[in-house]
Each structure stands twice: as C-alpha cells, then as structure tokens.
C-alpha cells in the first residue's frame, strides 16, 4: 500500500491535532513510498532500527520516535546514526506518542486496563490520558501487585498508602508520576504508572492512595502491538512487534 495512505490513516484514526505533545506525532523520517511490511516497538532505538533492517520492514511504528521538545535538534552522534540506518534503507519512521496513549481501544492505557481486568471508565487530565475504572470487586494492595506482576511479567514498585482495599484505580502509562496527585483528587485508591520519583513515597503515605511503578517500557508494550496488529488486518500488511526487553 501507498505509504501516506498509511500515515493518513494512523493520524485521523489516532486524532493527532488534538494533542499538545512534546515530539512530532505521524510520520517521522520518511523512507519508501509503499508499504507492505510494518514492525512496531516502543522506541526507535538503534537495536529496533536494527531488527527492522533484518526483516526488511518498511517501515517502524513506535510510541517514542525522535525530536523532542527539549532535546538537542542536531543530528549527531547518536542519533546520527540511528538516522543514517534509516535512510540508508529507506525505512520509514512513524511514532505516536499521547494519541496513543490516549486511543479508547488501541491505546497503552486502554489495552493495560483491559490486560489488569479493570475497563476505563472515565478519562481525565488536561491531555485526557488519565484512566480511571473500578475493580469488579475490591482487592488488598498486595493481591493488586501480585496480579500486575504476573500480567506484566515484571515486579512493580509497592507504595502501599494506608492499606486500603483497592476498588477505584487511576493509571498512566509509561513517565506519568507527576499525576498522582490528580489521581488522588479523582477518589482513586490507588494510582498506576510506568516510573517512579521521591514525592511519591510521601504523597503515598499522607493521603493514603496506593502507587505502583509497574515499568515504563512495561506499561508502553501494548499500545503499538494492538496498533500494528489492527493495521495489518485493516490492510492485510504483514506485521512483527518487536520486544526490545528493557528493565526501566
Ligand atoms: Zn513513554
């Protein structure tokens, strides 16, 4: 297939303009023009670039692609070449970053909800990328870990708050630390993202909402896997996810 009826279907489907995002959401790095072979991963590092050019796809589908708002913007070192690999194969480079965080079915929060048994309910947040749903039926903290880890395969980081069961549960996939405490206002007891940082043992302990950092990578698997796995039945593309395995 063309590859911008590709492009064009991915940015309505996943309504890029209506973010407010810190990189480019679309197409990246344009490579060939058609399009038969799709690869998606969570970031465009030079080991995905890498696995691509081995299965010779045409283009890779990521959910952190390049040029970020605070990031040096020329190309070198590094990103040279991760660049230059892509254009010396003429592989496209197509990333999505909040609107796929975001998607009601395809999104990483919609599909981590689905994976943990607790549907979004409501979406909140300026960006409207905070997920907020109840628990078919109330759980102890740890009984909620113990099922995150064996969903994710991963251990999360426990912030037990004040040991309440947990019935409503607010989550964010992937760096959304700093809405916990929005989390909190939403009457979540407990709060589900990818990382971690320090205000958020003490902000735990004194309202009482439970935090879990399941992963960054963890929490971000699942969005471009249901993307890439739609758009090869949509338009009969072949389709490869990519699991470059990464502890963070
Ligand atoms: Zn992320």
Sequence with gaps: MQRDTLVSHVNEMLDISRFRDYAPNGLQVEGRESVQRIVTGVTASLAMIEAAIALQADAILVHHGYFWRNEDSRITGMKKRRIAQLLSHDINLLAYHLPLDAHPTLGNNARLGALLGVPVQTWHGEQGIIALG???????????????????????????????????????????????????????????????????????????????????????????????????????????????????
Excluded at 136 to 165: C, F, H, K, T, Y
Excluded at 181 to 187: D, K, N, P, Q, S
Excluded at 191 to 196: A, C, D, K, M
Excluded at 202 to 220: K, L, M, P, Q, V
Aim: charge should be negative; hydrophobic fraction near 40%; proline fraction near 5%.
């Design 134 to 248: 109840t628990l078919p039926s109330p759980m102890r903290v740890e009984a909620l870990g113990a099922r995150i880890q064996e969903r994710l395969g991963r251990e999360p980081l426990l912030l037990p708050g004040d040991g309440r069961e947990i019935q409503m549960l607010a989550w964010c996939s992937g760096g959304a630390q700093g809405y916990f405490e929005e989390a909190i206002m939403l009457g979540a007891d407990a709060y589900l993202t990818g990382e971690v940082s320090e205000p958020a043992f003490h902000i735990a302990r004194e309202s009482g909402c439970a935090f879990f950092a399941a992963g960054h990578h963890a929490t971000e698997k699942y969005g471009i896997q249901a993307l890439g796995e739609h758009l090869a039945g949509h338009f009969g593309l072949e389709h490869r996810f990519i699991d470059i395995s990464n502890p963070v």
